[in-house]
């Protein structure tokens, strides 16, 4: 029975590690996993005969990612431990205070809520990034994070030659707030907190998109051999100078009061910051005190983390309505009865899916704890079960659209159901003609979802080619639409036939074809004649492109209808291949191969290789096959794809010998 519960917890939190590290997208809180973790601890140190080196108590998380060069850390980034009350505060300085057994101080700074990074300097110079990973080693995302501006590229003052220094990368309320806003219009699935957004953009293989995401960072340690002072305060003063972006909420503490004080200021004046915090750390200020302490496996004992409690509130499950977007994904959302909440009114709060509904076990009438906290979008996460007296029936996932009726489907390895009816659902149908319309497709100037509605109601749109079908007289007759109106849409739809080729394969409204992905298509197509009769195989040849991606492709060019529809559009002009200019701008002395980047590269980045393959006709590879023309080789050259290189006979180029093959 013990070890059976043992193994119950190793299997759930070593989910709940591949969700957060992996994936970024955790399904419980901090708090939860915390107390599930501490449950786990506690089993095994009570039944040693179940021991496992592979637990999650052995063990720090990892967020390391597909992709991306592994470099070790020179010193290992190890988790700090946490706290949830100012009692195990109080137990952390009596430690302190027993094992260093001399005056000490602790500095106190906020815990930004974002995803660790070390960044590695000599001669002043930024010449690495690495995310912490498991620990032991990390992510190597310079590429990505030297475009981060708050990030010196080189610093001033007087600085030691070598040295490292540990941050937190951030994305801004306001830049997630943007962001999320963006993804909603194109019904991608919305980042939960910042963190999730920052440590997603962080691992994104494209460093322009990261650019414009406007990250942010602040740094908190130094590491060393000639650091320029014994106290960790100072050094923090000096890497300020240096050109690092150091918080100004740190303070020295003599006292537990004074720390507490600390604590109790700043759980209410985050909500002010722009950037996301989740808690208090506390460290000993002198680096020798630091050192006398040592670590444990896991974390040091001269640091450890203070968490502010996520806002919650208590409210009544009063029905579940149901939502279709244009993809046709399902979402539910639990109508509440009204409670304030981070100050504002919460009414409704999102369930996401299937799986989430059926792990909370609710029951309409049900009392509901409904938590914002770091959190933008409320959520419900868990059924005060006590509370229930008279309760209705179990909430169960409808099984047919609420829309049109069709029986909904659910794809393998996604979690969201969706209506198939899409060419005769109505969200559907209107919300591809919002999707093609809008600014990141073809830009169409007066057709908002309002007008998009009563288009439709009114039989004048049935499909998004009807839009250059659109006629002055039908259009003035409509209410809300006079003359003024019905020009500015037929001028645009006009204006939009000069829209490029990429933008109108984003604008058709594939499944999981997003902005990138569309671009990528068009280019590596050239036309939409070639895009539509691509085999599944061709697709998933193409960078980034993967087999959900490609079924789609298949799935939506199989239509008859669509195919009738980019018929219309051919027809109407629509720009339907590359232009001249984007095909002279691609050479052709890579055309048909297939090539693998791997490693470090000092001439150019791994992107601009990557934007120099394709602009000569080559095809980005993520992985090692016999289909693999050769691999462009840097250092640091990943020990699993040379293994399979050599076991292929799949040469090595190294990027001197590249850039002579493309005259450069």
């Not at 239509?559 to 232009?579: P, V």
């Not at 120099?612 to 794809?641: H, Q």
Request: proline residues 3%.
């Amino acid at each position: 029975m013990i070890k059976s519960q043992i193994e119950s917890l190793r299997r759930e939190l070593e989910q709940h590690n591949y969700n957060y590290y992996v994936l970024s997208s955790p399904t419980i809180s901090d708090f939860e996993f915390d107390a599930k973790l501490k449950e786990l601890q506690a089993l095994e140190a009570q039944y040693p005969e179940f021991f496992d080196p592979n637990s999650p108590t052995q063990r720090v998380g990892s967020d390391i990612a597909g992709g991306f060069e592994q470099v070790a850390h020179v010193y290992s980034m190890l988790s700090l431990g946490n706290t949830y009350s100012m009692d195990e505060v109080q137990d952390f300085y009596e430690r302190v205070r027993k094992g260093l057994n001399e005056d000490f101080e602790l500095v106190c700074e906020l815990k930004y809520d974002g995803t660790s990074i070390s960044l590695t300097y000599e001669n002043g110079l930024l010449i690495r990034a690495v995310t912490r990973g498991d620990g032991e080693k990390g992510d190597d995302v310079t590429a990505n994070v030297k475009t981060i501006r708050s990030i010196p590229l080189r610093l001033h003052g007087d600085y030691p030659a070598s040295f490292e220094i540990r941050g937190e990368i951030l994305m801004p309320w306001s830049v997630f707030d943007e962001l999320n806003r963006e993804r909603e219009a194109q019904e991608e699935q919305l980042f939960a907190n910042p963190r999730n957004a920052a440590s997603g953009t962080l691992k994104l293989q494209n460093s322009a998109t990261v650019a414009s995401r406007k990250l942010d960072a602040y740094f908190y340690y130094l590491l060393g051999e000639k650091l320029p002072a014994e106290l960790h305060s100072e050094n923090l003063k000096a890497a300020h100078s240096w050109g690092f972006k150091i918080s100004e909420a740190t303070k020295v503490c003599k006292t537990l009061d004074e720390v507490s004080g600390f604590i109790n200021y700043w759980d209410v004046e985050r909500k002010n910051l722009p950037v996301a915090t989740d808690g208090i750390v506390l460290k000993v200020n002198s680096l020798n005190q630091q050192k006398n302490l040592g670590y444990t496996a896991k974390s040091p004992r001269w640091a450890i983390s203070y968490k502010f409690q996520a806002e919650k509130a208590v409210t009544r499950l009063n029905s579940v309505s149901y939502q279709v977007g244009r993809t046709g994904a399902v979402t539910p959302v639990a109508n509440l009865d009204p409670v304030q909440l981070s100050g504002t009114t919460v009414k409704r709060a999102s369930l996401h899916n299937a799986d989430i509904i059926e792990a909370l076990d609710l029951h309409i009438g049900d009392m509901v704890f409904v938590e914002k906290g770091g959190e933008i979008i409320p959520k419900i996460t868990a059924v005060d079960k006590e509370a229930r007296l008279l309760i209705g029936d179990k909430v169960r996932f409808i099984k047919n659209c609420p829309e049109c009726g069709a029986t909904l489907v659910r794809f393998e390895g996604e979690a969201a159901h969706y209506c198939p009816n899409e060419n005769a659902c109505p969200p559907q149908i209107k919300g591809k003609m919002e999707h093609f319309v809008s600014r990141k497709a073809m830009n169409i100037d007066g057709l908002g979802s309002e007008t998009i509605n009563l288009l439709y109601q009114n039989g004048l749109l049935h499909n998004i080619a009807d839009i250059y079908n659109l006629k002055i007289p039908d259009l003035v007759l409509l209410e809300r639409l006079g003359t003024k109106s019905a020009y500015n849409i037929r001028d645009g739809a006009e204006k939009s036939k000069e829209v490029p080729f990429e933008r109108v394969v984003f604008g058709l409204g594939i499944r999981f074809v997003g902005e990138t992905i569309a671009k990528k298509l068009a280019y590596a197509f050239k036309n939409i004649e070639a895009l539509e009769q691509a085999t599944f195989e061709e697709l998933i040849a193409v960078d980034e492109i993967g087999g959900r991606i490609a079924q789609s492709v298949v799935a939506y060019f199989t239509d008859e209808e669509n195919r009738n529809t980019i018929s219309q559009l051919k027809a109407f002009g629509l720009q339907m291949s590359l232009s001249e200019e984007k095909m002279q701008a691609h050479g052709s002395a890579l055309d048909g191969l297939s090539i693998v980047i791997s490693g470090t590269f000092s001439q150019h980045s791994r992107d601009e290789y990557k934007t120099m393959i394709e602009r000569n006709g080559g095809k980005n590879v993520g992985s090692v096959s016999a289909k693999t023309s050769f691999i462009l080789a840097g250092e640091n050259m990943g020990p699993e794809k040379l293994k399979k290189a050599e076991k292929l006979g799949v040469k090595l180029m190294d990027e001197s010998t590249f850039l002579s093959m493309l005259n450069l």
